[in-house]
């Protein structure tokens, strides 16, 4: 496919940028819970007390309640500095779609009676 129309597109490039970083931020993200949580929530003995940080179990907090505030800062971070807004379509009025046929009787007026 190389003479994909999608290929020269700045929006496919965009997107295609975009969904790889974000697919790669939830690998990192879902790598820290699965592996802080297991490391930190298994192989104690069942008689020893739990320790908590800020009242959460330990492994919960740092596997669970980190990485959950850390990964809505990466994701702010990233939509207000890195996501670019792209036009989805062209703008000029020759490539806009021609309107939909209506008849007065399919108008509603503001106030909810229709027009007569």
């Known amino acids: 496919m190389p003479n994909s129309p999608h290929l020269d597109d700045p ?14 931020t939830w690998g990192i993200f879902a790598a820290w819970v699965i592996g802080v949580s297991a490391w930190l929530g298994y192989g104690s003995e069942s008689d020893t007390p739990i320790e908590t940080v800020l009242g959460f179990p330990k492994w919960v907090f740092w596997g669970v309640a980190v990485p959950w505030f850390a990964a809505n800062l990466v994701i ?23 309107p939909i046929n209506t008849t ?3 108008v509603a007026h503001p106030s909810g009676n229709p027009k007569s």
């Not at 975009?18 to 697919?23: D, K, M, R, V």
């Not at 971070?77 to 890195?82: D, E, L, P, S, Y």
């Open 11 to 24: 929006v496919y490039h965009h997107a295609k940028r975009e969904s790889a970083w974000i697919l790669v």
């Open 76 to 98: 702010i971070t990233f939509a207000w500095k890195c996501m670019e807004d792209d036009p989805l379509s062209d703008t000029t009025p020759e490539a806009a779609s021609p």
């Open 104 to 106: 007065k009787e399919d």
